[in-house]
């Protein structure tokens, strides 16, 4: 359990160029990228991932892709979450048949369930395998708001050992940690990290950890060494990414950094639209202001 927490990229999923199928070999080398910089591990098929614009068989394939790519390097955890409580079974059982280290899922939306309703699928979903369950926790997308105490009692669920939370609110936070001691907290906005290491976290789960992975991990290692005033000085630079990409609309603009980083991770699928000529121009200055270092050779293109 204790590799589950620290810091995982939430993938994106790479497309070929007309965004019909998978990109499996720059998969590979997004996969490798992330493990070399020294993340803790990989969250596949999540929001970053496009997961809901992608068939379940689509989504099966994207973790055997990662898993074999990764070899046993770092953590994998699955996001299997859907609006069909079938498909998360199966895509739980998937996960676990490949050699995951967790499952985790949002709660099913769009029906406007009781919370009696999401206990009782997340108690048969965290069951559907012997691994660590993990809730995802993101209101502002699902349109599901559980309460600090309603997240508590989920946790309390077999198999549950914590929850990613993608919630602006801080005092929410601390006493999920405070209810629940035991519990892996992973902050969910990569903007606010920091605030999540300081109430009380166990890392995160990032769609910017693909591009900009080393000032993540300074973050973490300044917070770690008590140099709040480093922590702080490179939250800010991740941050001053993290706006031209808000800027640019997230997802699209993390796959066009990841391009000009060599990685042909291909379009979002519809009905997101392609970056405009003025987004691209702003990612172009957010990235030759924050991100100097150049990125590594992806594997496939060493000799």
């Not at 496009?50 to 699955?78: H, K, N, T, W």
């Not at 992975?213 to 702080?232: C, E, F, I, N, S």
């Not at 997802?251 to 000009?260: G, S």
């Not at 639209?273 to 594997?299: I, N």
């Amino acid at each position: 359990m204790t590799q589950i927490a620290g810091l995982h990229a939430a993938l994106p999923t790479p497309f070929t160029a007309d965004g019909a199928s998978l990109a499996e070999t720059a998969f590979a080398d997004l996969v490798r990228r992330n493990i070399d910089a020294g993340l803790d591990g990989l969250y596949v098929g999540g929001s970053t991932g496009e997961s809901f614009l992608m068939s379940p068989q689509e989504r099966a394939r994207s973790y055997a892709v990662v898993a074999e790519a990764a070899a046993g390097d770092c953590a994998l955890i699955a996001h299997v979450g859907d609006v069909n409580p079938a498909v998360s079974l199966h895509l739980a059982k998937e996960a676990a048949r490949l050699g995951y280290h967790a499952v985790s899922a949002v709660p099913p939306f769009y029906f406007g369930y009781t919370f009696a309703e999401l206990k009782a699928h997340y108690a048969t979903l965290a069951a559907a395998t012997d691994l660590p369950f993990i809730i995802y926790n993101i209101p502002k997308l699902t349109g599901v708001t559980l309460s600090t105490a309603q997240l508590v009692e989920l946790m309390s669920l077999p198999n549950v050992v914590g929850v990613k939370n993608t919630a602006s609110d801080y005092y929410a936070f601390e006493q999920i940690r405070r209810a629940a001691p035991d519990k892996i907290l992973l902050n969910g906005f990569d903007e606010t990290l920091l605030a999540g290491y300081a109430m009380g976290g166990d890392g995160g789960i990032g769609s910017t950890y693909n591009v900009q992975p080393g000032q993540v991990l300074k973050l973490r290692d300044a917070h770690a060494d008590g140099d709040m005033d480093t922590a702080r000085a490179v939250q800010g630079e991740i941050n001053g990414l993290i706006d031209a990409i808000v800027a640019a609309r997230v997802f699209p603009a993390i796959k066009y950094i990841l391009e000009l980083q060599g990685l042909p991770v291909g379009p979002c699928r519809a009905p997101f639209l392609p970056l405009s000529a003025a987004e691209k121009k702003g990612l172009d200055e957010a990235v030759a202001t924050y991100l100097s270092e150049p990125a590594p050779t992806p594997a496939s293109a060493r000799g």
